[in-house]
């Protein structure tokens, strides 16, 4: 579960990073 939990958050991270990246 734990594992499951931080793969999804690095992957809402991720999506973060590049929406970010693509607006700036």
Request: a positive charge; proline letters at 0%; aromatic letters at 4%.
């Amino acid at each position: 579960m734990n594992i499951m939990k931080k793969s999804f958050l690095g992957a809402v991270l991720s999506l973060g990073l590049l929406s970010a990246a693509h607006a700036d």
